[in-house]
């Protein structure tokens, strides 16, 4: 399938999570209309006359509407300045749309009473909706598209059910739901149950950022835990899953089950991470304390576990148990403070560094401050990527199969520049590169993989990813 879409954006803004800083916005896209493969199944235009006839009202139908486009509507007249539109793309396409919804209402019929029909019938429309292209939105919506989901309604409604595999009770069943996917897409309408329940995400992104902001991951006992559960927001299912048809991967929002189950999770993976045993042997506990703080964690999974048999079947339910998880999470947090809060600091002085310091080829000015620049480059020493040469240093990483010393010294300086410990405009920071590192990287290389880096910064099954959370994780350690 050759496609070509472009991107238009406007009214970005800027919404912060979990310490990530993440760019929102209304996108508009622009995309001609394509062509779409028809899938071999028992009802089709061969064996059935009524579908035949049908196709070619439709056709009489759309033949009115597109001979006036784009004299249609305020919006769509609005096309004529626009420059990627060109008039002769949208005539004679009559015929195609017709099959468009034909195959679409073969598709639900052939497929409804298979095992994998969600799926399987669901990917096949948004494809074919995709098939209609895209006007930014300003300019209306797609060519014909308004005919879409009411004349597929229409065949869905008269259908009656033809299935020896299911019940017709299951049968109508699926056929409410399919419905139910297409008018999600066309009408302000809500959905039917936890299948299409996209609306949750905000609820979930924040009841998660609440709770990291409140968790005292500072501490140097939770300190270790805290990369982790900034880079996995638990808001999404595993297992991504391709659409056959149009190519776009998919990851489903968890369900409202498992993502309290994956909350309860995280707080017993801490529990176990910091107990009164653990403290009490490295001294800094005494025994009376060590009974108060093993009372306090043998609590909180009691609490936990009467949350995990709270009935959330529906959206109030499950807002309640949110609600109280992070209420009782945050008295969890303050009743465990003051045992853990007195650790010492472990944190080195880099010293060894330290003499070098103005002598460095500038190095750190690149840096926001004196103390950052010291504690990464004693991280990067002691975990061998560099070591110090006359008044530079020398990159020791050994280029292999997966990673390559010029993608590395970039992915580096991308994780210092998105971590904010620089100051310097990034566009010149090759330069320092090749001062300071000894490595050659011209202008042109450094800001295209510097963007890639940066594009796929938090996109955990990218190339790009495995360089730069590597730095990631090593960095995390000295904030
Ligand atoms: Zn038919
Ligand atoms: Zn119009």
């Known amino acids: 399938m050759n496609r070509h879409k472009t991107l238009f954006f406007n009214e970005l803004s800027e919404v912060s999570y979990c310490g990530h800083k993440m760019l929102t916005g209304k996108i508009g896209e622009?995309?001609?209309?394509?062509?779409?493969?028809?899938?071999?199944?028992?009802?089709?235009?061969?064996?059935?006359?009524?579908?035949?006839?049908?196709?070619?009202?439709?056709?009489?139908?759309?033949?009115?509407?597109?001979?006036?486009?784009?004299?249609?509507?305020?919006?769509?007249?609005?096309?004529?300045?626009?420059?990627?539109?060109?008039?002769?793309?949208?005539?004679?396409?009559?015929?195609?749309?017709?099959?468009?919804?034909?195959?679409?209402?073969?598709?639900?019929?052939?497929?409804?009473?298979?095992?994998?029909?969600?799926?399987?019938?669901?990917?096949?429309?948004?494809?074919?909706?995709?098939?209609?292209?895209?006007?930014?939105?300003?300019?209306?919506?797609?060519?014909?598209?308004?005919?879409?989901?009411?004349?597929?309604?229409?065949?869905?409604?008269?259908?009656?059910?033809?299935?020896?595999?299911?019940?017709?009770?299951?049968?109508?069943?699926?056929?409410?739901?399919?419905?139910?996917?297409?008018?999600?897409?066309?009408?302000?309408?809500?959905?039917?149950?936890?299948?299409?329940?996209?609306?949750?995400?905000?609820?979930l992104l924040s009841t998660y950022d609440k709770w990291y902001r409140t968790f005292p991951f500072d501490l140097e006992y939770f300190k270790p835990l805290k990369e982790h559960f900034r880079n996995t927001i638990p808001i999404l299912e595993n297992k991504l899953r391709i659409n056959k048809y149009n190519g776009v991967a998919t990851t489903r929002l968890h369900t409202k089950e498992n993502l309290t189950k994956t909350l309860i999770q995280i707080t017993k993976q801490i529990i176990t991470e910091v107990n009164a045993k653990k403290l009490f042997d490295k001294g800094l506990l005494n025994d009376s304390e060590k009974i108060k703080m093993d009372l306090i964690l043998n609590n909180r999974e009691l609490e936990l576990s009467e949350i995990s048999s709270i009935d959330y079947s529906d959206r109030k339910g499950y807002i309640k148990v949110l609600k109280q998880w992070f209420k009782s999470e945050k008295k969890f947090i303050k009743d465990i403070t003051p045992y853990i809060q007195d650790k010492p600091n472990t944190k080195s002085s880099g010293s060894s560094t330290k003499k070098d310091f103005e002598d460095n080829f500038e190095l750190y000015k690149l840096f926001k401050n004196k103390e950052d620049y010291e504690s990464v480059i004693d991280i990067l020493i002691k975990a061998n990527f560099i070591s110090p040469k006359g008044k530079g240093f020398e990159w020791v990483f050994t280029e292999t199969k997966e990673f390559k010393t010029k993608q590395m010294i970039i992915a580096l300086f991308v994780v210092l520049e998105t971590e904010n410990y620089l100051i310097i405009s990034p566009k010149s920071i090759y330069t320092f590169i090749e001062k300071n590192f000894g490595i050659r990287i011209n202008k042109g290389t450094y800001s295209r993989s510097s963007n890639n880096f940066k594009e796929d910064y938090y996109n955990k099954n990218t190339k790009n990813y495995s360089y730069t959370s590597i730095f990631q994780s090593l960095l995390s350690d000295c904030k």
Not at 128 to 142: L, M, N, Q, R
Not at 194 to 203: A, K, M, P, Q, V
């Open 30 to 203: 622009f995309e001609r209309p394509f062509d779409i493969i028809a899938v071999d199944g028992a009802h089709n235009y061969s064996n059935c006359e009524n579908c035949r006839n049908t196709r070619k009202d439709i056709i009489a139908r759309l033949k009115k509407a597109t001979e006036i486009f784009p004299f249609c509507c305020e919006s769509h007249r609005k096309l004529l300045d626009f420059s990627l539109y060109r008039n002769e793309d949208y005539i004679g396409l009559e015929d195609k749309i017709a099959d468009k919804i034909m195959y679409s209402y073969h598709h639900v019929i052939n497929f409804i009473d298979r095992d994998d029909w969600l799926n399987e019938i669901t990917d096949y429309l948004k494809y074919v909706i995709d098939s209609f292209g895209s006007f930014p939105p300003e300019y209306g919506c797609a060519f014909m598209i308004n005919y879409y989901p009411d004349i597929l309604s229409d065949l869905l409604k008269d259908n009656s059910p033809s299935s020896n595999k299911i019940s017709n009770d299951e049968f109508q069943k699926r056929i409410n739901k399919i419905q139910n996917f297409i008018d999600l897409r066309f009408k302000d309408t809500k959905p039917q149950d936890d299948d299409f329940g996209e609306r949750d995400l905000n609820l």
